[in-house]
């Protein structure tokens, strides 16, 4: 039609369809506007081989300095790790790193070593081949940011040295392995890394590779050779490459791994030996300790109330807990109706790990301890804390207001004489420097010339460190009075416990638990008390150096460890049945009126000690002192208990047994 638009001309629907696609590319062309252009110059990233708390420079020239203070620096590519698959497609971004005028830094930090080689025991060395690119991020609005990028780099990131045992294990893999490729090694390697090839086997997949004696084997897979655990094959490649240098120059050669199988992961080797040991020390150790002291208590009790029918049972009622124990596990499960199952069935399990997870870091010996945690201590704390969830996971689960809050009572009760007893136990730590169990028994222990000054005598024990370590014990030490500290025996629930044997009144072996839990509690409470204040199983005169030379020596310090707390678990069920029992909210009104401001007026005089010091003369005459003050309230004591059973006139019996 004359007259007529062009666009007239188009088929239907073209216009808009046109105005969707402009806008996309509009959209992309934005988009890709406003990605960081290449304009940073930078030329290379040094070092090649980092440690931990090494710094890492990307270097390069002129630098916008005056724009930003900080850049973040991303690796993109593979990390190769002995023994396991390449990481490929990795991209690992790091933040804040600091902009000079001709380089950009940052420190390979604990962060970063967990991002590129591993966490803990699991870090091992990485080589990570890739590039790494700077961006500076943009200051003005509107503007920016600008980047660069260093190709082709590879980086040999090195953990810490992780503990002896792992080494070992990863050395003899990669010795294994070696010995599969028909390669033998020089016992010293050169200063650059690597490992010098002495022979090979003839006919072996190194003789078929061309391996040569006088080799040095430089890298394995893409890592970087620097001991025999980086020889380990991953298992993903058939032929391996292994870079070599010979008569100073490198090549590579592609060397057959067909029929070799790696062994067990050493992880999992090392957790299942744990496991094993926990369970071996939870059945055949912390059942019976339970066992026992419910026994002993049963036999004090009964003798005070004139009440010993239930203990005649067997020789001497020493059988009562394991009848008891059969009769709980052959009675009927009766779970309430209106409760909520899941969580009814769960708080006794709760209470029962616990208490029994703590046995895995009791440290029994100087090598009997089932996991030698670097921060046991704070692991002790930590699953204790189950306890007061599983009381009140009980209360709440039974939908009865009143067993709420009783299990809220109880959580209640537990979480205000454990604050004293943590702060105790943090004053010690202090004076250490170590969480560890091992460390710190280790601590109380002298390192003299002579016989009186070697080994843990009483005068190196912390409880006689100082008179606020002296309180510190004391005051720790009721944690574990209070432990059991159970309802008042005149009401009929808690009399019948008593005199029917223990969780007679309650259904099934799963409540057994909550009292199992809780005289195995009174033994944890008493050995950390042995470890923290009293040496743990260091011998007076021998050092932990002759302990660790002598089989017999290390059973001595086991028995030490264990007499010393035994003898604290009898004073605890002593003063119980002596003293008057305390109601709950007496206790609780004792603990946080006295016991807790007491905890941290003595926090903050250890932590002035401290800081003021001593010499190691003055700190040895005031052990002393406080040992002699401490032996003479102790000959005191007996003489005063000597005096009222003269004026009792009553028959004393020395029978352990009673």
Known sequence: MRGSPPWRALPRGFLPCLLVLLALLGGAGCAESRTAPELLSVIDVVPREVDLGDRIEILGTNLPTAQAREAVVTFRGTLRRPGQAPLTGQSIEIDGAQIGSNKVSLVFSEGMQ?????????AVHTTFHGDVTVEVPATAHGAL??????????????????????????EKEGARALAFFGVEVAAESPPAGGLVVTSV??????????????????????????SKGDVTPSGHERLSPVGIRRGGAPSEVKLSTEGFRASAPTDLLGAGIILGIAAAIILLFMAPTAGIITWVERRVSARMQSRIGPNRAGPQGLLVWIADGIKSILKEDVIPAESDRALFRLAP??????????????????????????????FV??????????????????NNKWSLLGGIRSA????????????????????????????????QGGAGPSVLDVGGWPWHWFVFRNPITFALFFLYFTTALAEGNRAPFDLPEAESELVAGYSTEYSGMRYLFFFFAEWANVFVMCGIASALFLGGWQIPGVSPAQQEGSFGLQLLGVFLFLLKSWALVFVVIWIRWTLPRVRIDQMMNLCWKWFVPLSFAAFLLTALWMVIGVSKTVQLVISVVTFSVWAYLLVHFIRRVQHNLREAKVALHLNPFL
Not at 147 to 170: K, L
């Open 114 to 122: 967990a991002r590129f080689a591993g966490r803990g025991d699991d």
């Open 145 to 170: 940011p600008v980047s660069g990028t260093v190709r082709g780099v590879t980086i040999d990131f090195i953990p810490p040295t992780p503990r002896r045992a792992v080494i070992e294990a990863r």
């Open 201 to 226: 086997r003839d006919g072996s997949p190194a003789s078929r590779a061309q391996i040569l004696a006088g080799d040095v084997i430089t890298s394995f897979e893409g890592v970087k050779v620097l």
């Open 349 to 378: 399990y709760l209470v029962f790990v616990g208490v029994s997870a703590t046995f895995v870091v009791m440290p029994f010996g100087q090598y009997l301890i089932a996991a030698d945690l670097d921060i046991g201590i704070l």
């Open 381 to 398: 704390i930590a699953v204790t804390s189950l306890v007061t969830i599983g009381l009140m996971t009980g209360g709440w689960a039974s």
């Open 412 to 443: 209640a009760q537990i979480i205000s004489y454990e604050i004293p007893g943590a702060v105790a136990i943090v004053c010690i730590v202090m004076m250490t420097g170590s969480l560890r169990l091992q460390d710190i028994i280790a601590a």
